[in-house]
């Protein structure tokens, strides 16, 4: 390792990088506090990469930030550029709109899409997003987007349905032992079996 970016740490830097590495605020924040950590231990970029995930050159400016920032080094700088129109009132909404389900809202679907969620958030805030880009924001408020299974199940006739249900098994099985059948296919019952003479 190179002598330059040796990672010394107090022991309240330690003690504050471990809390940061077992409860990140962000998973990148996280991955260069485990960075430091095992830096300061002594771990070579290569097992610190296995770890991480990290390549040997994200490994090195880590190492870098942290002589020149400390502990400011772990949290991104503001970036230029258009803020996120994700306001924390747009977050609570959605959050609020998944947690509740559409029939709460007044709809008359159960299940959300992502296109009618979207439409919905874009009449309550005004503020639309591409549907990839919602999916992220769901993602991200630990909400896990799936296709729906669409069943009949609760609004058939069940008693009904396990009766077809047996009836089909029993036409699948074919004709039965004691039933001859003719050319044509059509069953026919032995009373109705005449032979002449």
């Known amino acids: 390792m190179n002598r330059r970016l040796e990672v010394v740490l107090t022991s309240r830097q330690r003690r504050r990088l471990e ?5 990140p605020p962000q998973p990148q924040v996280g991955r260069r506090a485990v960075c430091l950590l095992m830096s300061a231990a002594g771990a070579s970029n290569r097992a610190i990469g296995q770890a991480t995930g990290l390549c040997s050159d994200g490994v090195t400016h880590i190492r870098r930030r942290w002589r020149a920032r400390r502990m400011a080094s772990l949290i991104d700088r503001p970036r230029s550029g258009r ?6 009132a747009y977050r609570h909404m959605l959050r609020m709109a998944l947690q509740d389900g559409p029939l709460a809202h007044g709809y008359l ?17 005004g503020i639309s997003y591409e549907e990839s880009r919602l999916r992220k924001l769901m993602h991200a408020e630990g909400f896990v987007f799936r ?11 069940e008693k009904a349905f396990r009766r077809a249900q047996r009836q089909l098994t ?10 001859p059948t003719m050319n044509s296919g059509m069953r026919m019952s032995r009373s109705s079996i005449s032979i002449r003479t």
Do not use: E, Q, Y
């Not at 029993?170 to 039933?179: E, I």
């Open 19 to 23: 809390a940061i590495r077992d409860r």
């Open 83 to 88: 803020p996120t129109k994700a306001t924390l």
């Open 109 to 125: 679907f159960t299940v959300w899409s992502v296109a009618r969620l979207n439409t919905h958030l874009s009449k309550a805030t």
């Open 147 to 157: 296709r729906p299974k669409h069943t009949l199940k609760g609004k058939r006739n």
């Open 170 to 179: 029993r036409l699948k099985r074919g004709p039965s032992v004691n039933t």
